[in-house]
């Protein structure tokens, strides 16, 4: 909930930069990133986990800028995306994760009411 005295509503989001261009430290050229997301693509990552490594170690701030293409669309090219969504399948491993433990607990009231949500994001 946001705080009563201030104009803003609370919602917090991160700021993209403004520049589209590539900056000019960045040594890797588009078929080096491709090259990169194909190597970890292949060890089993997600594109999200690709997205980060890629930030954290190479300094590609946005792939999307280097190459033109998102790394899904990347993925979905050389036929190494995922067959699920990301999103919908963290969705169904916490609804699993959920259901197993009402299976101990039956009587948590909260987790019942927190699975029927979790379903209806699923379905």
């Avoid at 946005?62 to 979905?76: A, E, M, P, S």
Wanted: glycine letters at 6%; one cysteine or more; hydrophobic letters at 35%.
């Amino acid at each position: 909930m946001g705080c009563m005295h201030v104009p803003g509503k609370g919602l917090s989001q991160s700021a993209l930069p403004y520049c589209h261009s590539v900056t000019t430290r960045l040594k890797l050229t588009s078929d080096d990133v491709k090259e990169q997301i194909y190597k970890l693509a292949m060890k089993g990552l997600t594109p999200s986990q690709i997205g980060v490594i890629l930030r954290d170690s190479h300094g590609v701030a946005q792939v999307r800028f280097v190459t033109d293409n998102k790394i899904l669309r990347i993925l979905k090219s050389k036929g190494l995306a995922p067959d699920l969504p990301e999103d919908l399948y963290h969705l169904i491993k916490k609804a699993v994760a959920v259901r197993k433990h009402l299976e101990r607990n039956r009587k948590d009231k909260d987790a019942k009411f927190c699975l029927i949500l979790i379903q209806s994001r699923i379905h």
